[in-house]
């Protein structure tokens, strides 16, 4: 089995200190780390609830929130009944607070093979569906329902839109033609029945030049936009994520980052709609060993990957211009450095007010992996 998804769910990590610091866009910043674990994040606006997921002792990721200090963390996916006890995470809320999107792994896939059981992780999605958790209820609802047949289908990153009437998700579909490839990028109507949903009208989107990598991050405020990575240009591989807006009403594309060999993902708008934050490897030199001699047939080797990927969040107008770096834990000379260690700033999310960010950072140091949720407060 190909392992092209294994480098979009590195572990990893940072120290657990508050640090104030000064940014080359002479925006001060103060990071805490408010958990210890985390692993993709969502923010809700009404309830200034955070959901995530984290890691248990059985080694599965179950669903939590908290609030945005890291106390009162409730697990919510563990022991619920009719939720698969397995990989649980990529959790969204929905509008009004009461339900929670996420992956549900199923139980019925053999994970004993350590490959199957890395791929099946929140992130990558092996053998997963749709679930939606009603926090209030305390009841779990299975939205899809996938064979495992091979190839086996992957699901990622749901995300509601803000009225709560659209859903949309990356699926893996089929065995790749190009590195990375197999997936496409689904947008569903939910209907609403006494709290139980549905989706209807199920479409596929497929924008790009050849058979890619997408991932879903985020819906526009009037639902109208929506933000997505992916390697679509021609050979270009998936450690080369580009931000991209995709206009629902005419399927328009707009290239929002425009580096081939850098890694852009994780992008989301601010809750004025006049800024995007993404996660970046630009200017971090990150290069993977590959083989081959035509781009279109570069094949990598994920463990130099994982081993080499370094990321910061960027930020950046809504258009795509005045692009800034806005943290620094791989840059020595700054606060928030994490020596010896390569860290990974992947998913985030805005608060209500705009004013402060929480995101996962994943630090590697030699062979230990950890995570961590830090808030970042734009003074």
């Keep these: 089995m190909k392992t092209y998804w294994m480098a979009i769910v590195v572990l990893a990590g940072l120290s657990g200190a508050t640090m104030a610091f000064a940014t080359d866009t002479t925006a001060e910043l103060k990071i805490t780390t408010i958990a210890e674990f985390g692993k993709d994040v969502d923010w809700h606006s009404g309830l200034n609830l955070i959901a995530s997921a984290k890691q248990g002792r059985d080694g599965y990721y179950d669903v939590f929130t908290m609030k945005p ?110 590195f990375g490839g197999g997936w496409v990028m689904k947008l569903a109507d939910v209907r609403n ?17 050849q058979d890619c990598f997408y991932e879903v991050h985020d819906f526009s405020s009037d639902g109208s936009k929506l933000l997505f990575s992916g390697n679509l240009r021609k050979g270009q591989v998936h450690t080369g994520l580009d931000i991209y807006e995709l206009n629902l009403p005419d399927a328009k594309v707009i290239r ?9 993902e994780h992008a989301h708008y601010s809750p004025d709609g006049r800024q995007i934050t993404w996660m970046s490897s630009k200017g971090l030199g990150v290069e993977y060993e590959r083989k081959g001699e035509e781009r279109t047939a570069w094949e990598l080797d994920m463990s130099d990957v994982e081993s080499k990927l370094k990321t910061e969040l960027w930020i950046m ?21 994490v020596e010896g260690a390569n860290c990974i700033v992947a998913d985030s999310a805005w608060s209500p007010d705009g004013k402060s960010i929480v995101a996962c950072v994943f630090t590697m140091k030699g062979k230990r992996r950890s995570s961590r949720l830090v808030r970042i407060d734009l003074l």
């Design 317 to 337: 107008n809504a258009e795509g211009t005045n692009q800034r770096q806005l943290t620094h834990f791989n840059t020595p000379g700054f606060t928030e450095h």
């Design 193 to 209: 029945d006494a709290d139980r949903l549905s989706l209807q009208n199920i479409k596929t989107v497929e924008p790009g030049d």
């Design 69 to 178: 200090d890291g106390s009162n963390v409730q697990v919510l996916t563990q022991g619920l009944k009719g939720c698969p006890q397995k990989n649980n995470g990529n959790v969204a809320f929905h509008p009004s607070g009461r339900l929670l999107v996420f992956t549900a792994q199923d139980e019925r896939l053999p994970d004993d093979d350590p490959v199957v059981r890395r791929a099946a992780i929140p992130g990558s999605g092996l053998g997963s569906n749709l679930g939606i958790l009603d926090v209030n209820r305390k009841t779990f609802q299975q939205l899809t329902d996938y064979p495992l047949a091979k190839p086996l289908r992957a699901v990622i990153h749901p995300q509601f839109s803000k009225d709560g009437k659209r859903l949309a998700w990356a699926e893996r579909v089929r065995r790749g033609s190009s």
């Design 256 to 264: 929002l980052t425009s580096t081939d060999n850098d890694w852009d």
